[in-house]
């Protein structure tokens, strides 16, 4: 069955840096874009960041921009999130996703089971 696996969630003072890592299986890794969503408390999830399968496209939300950097490895059937210069306001769960197309992120058709990380001020 479709599994993606989050890793990578914590604790860390503002400021600090987290890389989240998703693992996915039972399905065709390479044929989907990838992409991380979050959910703060009392809201809505949100779009963060989307890759295409070949990596050659990247999508950031503007919150994000210049902080976080998507990739992954079609070899290893991972994508990875590494958030560096973080704030209070990127406290978050976070989750994993699949897309038909990164460019939609409302083309979700596969979710992890997210990973919480927690920014200190």
């Known amino acids: 069955q479709v599994q993606l696996v989050e890793s990578g969630g914590g604790l860390v003072q503002a400021g600090g840096s987290l890389r989240l890592s998703c693992a996915a299986s039972?399905?065709?890794?390479?044929?989907?874009?990838m992409g991380w969503f979050r959910q703060a408390p009392g809201k809505e999830r949100k779009f963060v960041a989307t890759?295409?399968?070949?990596?050659?496209?990247?999508y950031y939300a503007d919150s994000v921009k210049g902080r976080f950097t998507i990739s992954r490895d079609n070899a290893e059937n991972t994508v990875s999130l590494q958030m560096n210069g973080l704030k209070p306001d990127d406290t978050a769960v976070y989750y994993c996703?699949?897309?038909?197309?990164?460019?939609?992120?409302?083309?979700?058709?596969?979710w992890g089971k997210g990973t919480l990380v927690t920014v200190s001020s």
């Open positions: 996703a699949a897309l038909r197309d990164p460019q939609w992120p409302q083309s979700v058709d596969f």
């Open positions: 039972g399905f065709t890794f390479s044929s989907y874009g």
């Open positions: 890759i295409s399968w070949s990596g050659g496209i990247i």
